[in-house]
């Protein structure tokens, strides 16, 4: 069993910041890719930015130059933080990841439950 615990979303006003947390725990053999998605109401979700366990990172053309993602391989983590928020950032942020359970499996898709994220004045 494999959980993927988001937080730190919340309610900034344009041009502020936000950084939101990832943790993964449970049956964690091995993390390859983490990453974080997005939804806006009435759109799909989209690819925000990942980084692989290597630390290359790769980001939507939306959110280069203001967001940053990280992760802290010891602790399981993945981090984005946010700067210069624009109203058209608001979504439900999701962490995604790449998860080995036992060494004898493949990778896995999990997925958080999601943290809203709003910008507005």
């Known amino acids: 069993q494999v959980q993927l615990v988001e937080s730190g979303g919340g309610l900034v006003q344009p041009g502020g910041s936000l950084r939101v947390s990832c943790a993964a725990s449970g049956s964690i053999y091995s993390i390859n890719m983490m990453g974080w998605y997005r939804q806006a109401p009435g759109k799909e979700r989209e690819l925000v930015a990942m980084?692989?366990?290597?630390?290359?990172?790769n980001y939507a053309d939306s959110v280069k130059g203001r967001f940053t993602i990280s992760r802290d391989n010891a602790k399981n983590t993945v981090y984005l933080q946010m700067n210069s928020l624009k109203p058209e950032d608001t979504a439900v942020y999701h962490c995604?990841?790449?998860?080995?359970?036992?060494?004898?499996?493949?990778?896995?898709?999990?997925w958080g439950q999601g943290t809203q994220v709003t910008v507005s004045s």
């Open positions: 980084v692989n366990d290597r630390g290359t990172t």
């Open positions: 995604n990841a790449y998860i080995m359970t036992r060494p004898t499996e493949y990778f896995q898709t999990f």
